[in-house]
């Protein structure tokens, strides 16, 4: 991607946010401030659901006559196809459908899909990999690790499970590890499942999460075998609430931080504006 290229646009990152927890926009302002300082958009900018500034207001800063519009979520669902297209105003309650390219005065609209369903999502699963065990070593061989992927899981939106299976299957492909699991909090199989799974005595946890929060820091390292109430003491202390790499039932585990603030996550940033950039405008 070009500096120069999108001078005439700006780019929007759009976040969950939450008025309880402070570190749930950071990744949303971390990648922005990567953007913004490569100088490839005339503006970069960010809106968030639950805390300002807010999904509908934040294209009222947007001058350019190009915005591209970029969900940092997980998985297609209720939040990206319906209430962040809702607030910016491509769709009305009622519709079952929306065009994600609009013309809205002098300005053209692009909404992309969300980051965690791109297949680059895979690097930035693997980096996350990479990195925990490299900065807690000895790193064992690849081939005789097990890697998990773990998200939530919810009935509510079966497109989070799907997102996180597609992920494993990639990975599983590239024939790296010794096995690869997608484990759940909601859903089967459960994230304590993981050392019954394992192959091997290495185990590699990965938080499929944007945000590191209340269940990456506090629920994972507790259904993973920690003691409640010493995660509560680390994280209060602003101690890392998993000891890496920890001896659990024969398995020696690492547990990575959430995917979201992982620095290759941009670039899945820039491939999803480069998706819909020559798309044309609903008539």
Known sequence: MQQGHYQDAALVLLGHGSTLNAESALPTYEHAENLRQRGLFAQVLTGFWKQEPSIAAVLRGAYTPRVFLVP??????????????????????????????????????????????????????LARAREVVEQHPPAPPL????????????????????????????IRAMG?????????????????????????????????FISDGLHSYEDIPVLLGEDPAEVQRRYRAGEPTFRNPTVRHGKRVWYAASIGREPLLAEVVLERVREVEGLSPAV
């Open 143 to 170: 081939s005789q690790t097990a890697l998990f992927i773990a998200g939530h899981g919810t009935g509510n939106n079966e497109n989070s499970r799907k997102t996180i299976e597609r992920q494993a299957e990639l």
């Open 72 to 125: 940092l979520f997980i998985s297609e669902g209720y939040f990206t196809e319906e209430v962040l297209p809702r607030e910016l105003g491509l769709r009305t309650a009622d519709q079952t459908d929306f065009a994600r390219v609009q013309r809205r005065g002098a300005q053209t609209l692009y909404y992309t899909r969300p980051v965690g369903t791109h297949d680059r999502m895979t690097d930035v699963l």
């Open 176 to 208: 790296q590890y010794a096995a690869v699991h997608a484990i759940f909090m909601e859903e089967e199989p459960r994230i304590e499942d993981c050392y019954r799974m394992a192959p091997c005595e290495h185990l590699v946890v990965v938080p499929f």
